[in-house]
Structures are given as structure tokens and as C-alpha cells.
């Protein structure tokens, strides 16, 4: 566990050094869950009441629409999932989310969450911070969805997230950039007939 412990604590030296007291409390606090491959973390319907740190694995939020599925997001390593932020205490998730590797993950709840804070309420900062974060990335994500066409969906995701070409279905992939599979491989093989230098 040790070794996943510090794998979390390394990434908050991107926003600033933790001290050993800080480093100490957050293990205390820390709960880390695996997943197999094929688990539901979050199901439509329920109440979000965890945020997630992927670990490792990879995990897909998806919406139902009409029985057929809609991908939107993909988190890997070192990615947040907040659903329960910005939630009231009765709402419900309208998506789904679900592991398509074996995933380890971070499990954050409100009351450890509160807990730290009031101890050390400097990670109140740090919070915002990685809130965020997160937050800009989805901003970006949906701009740069909405204003360009599949195959510039595709090749963003080559460029940005190569790893998600090998570890995610191909239904899955044209889901998320919004086209049905066959046309993706129409995208793939047109991609792949162009020049080494383009």
C-alpha cells in the first residue's frame, strides 16, 4: 500500500511541498479501493456521495439515452472524478461510471474530507486548486468538442491521450467522438494512408 500512498501524495507536489504532518494525515485519511475490470463505481440513479483519484486503470462515464450508450469522459492516472461536487444532498447521477481495467482508486468522502480540512484548513486552497483544475480541463474538453469536426476529435485524441487508442473498445472511442464505429475506421484508415510528415 505504501507504494500507492506515495504515488498520491506525489502528485500534490505539483501544487505545492507537503509537510510531514500533512503527508501523515492524508494517509490516515486515505482510502484506496480495487476495482475489476467491468465494475460500476457510480450507477445512474444514485446518490454521488465519493470523489475518485485514479491510481491506475481506467474508467469511462457514460449516459444512457434512449438504451444506447453515450460516452463523454475517459479518466486515467492521475485524473480526479468529482461527482459529488456541486451535488445537493438529494440529487441523483443521470450517468454511469465504469472501469474498463482493473482500477485502483482513491476514495474521497465528505465527512474525511471535512475532517482534514479542519485540521489543516491550508488544504482548503489546495482543494480549490485541484477543483479547479479539473474544471478548465472539462471547459476545454467541451469547447474543443463542440467546435471541431470527428476526425479532429480523433486526432486531438491521438496527439493528447494516445494510451486511450490502446486501451479502450473501438465502440467506445467513436462513441466518444461522436460517430458510429464504421465510421471511425473510415477516419482511422483515411489517417493512416497520410504522409510521415503531416
Known sequence: MTELEDKFLAYFSQFRALTVQEKAAIKQNLVIRDFEKSS???MAGQEPVYNYFVLSGCVRKY???DGEESVTDFFTEEDWIFPSVGTSSDA???????CLEDTVLVVAGE???????????????????MLEKEVLRQ????????????EERYLRL????????????QFQLSSYIGV????????RK?????PEDA
Open 40 to 42: 460500476i463505481v457510480l
Open 63 to 65: 449516459y444512457l439515452n
Open 92 to 98: 441523483v447521477a443521470d450517468y454511469f461510471l465504469e
Open 111 to 129: 465527512r474525511e474530507g471535512n475532517e482534514l480540512l479542519q485540521e489543516f484548513p491550508q488544504f482548503r486552497e489546495l482543494a480549490m486548486q
Open 139 to 150: 471547459q476545454v474538453q467541451i469547447a474543443n468538442y463542440q467546435n471541431a469536426t470527428p
Open 158 to 169: 491521438e496527439r493528447e491521450r494516445p494510451d486511450l487508442l490502446e486501451r479502450v473498445p
Open 180 to 187: 458510429r464505429p464504421e465510421s471511425l475506421s473510415r477516419i
Open 190 to 194: 483515411r489517417l493512416s494512408t497520410r
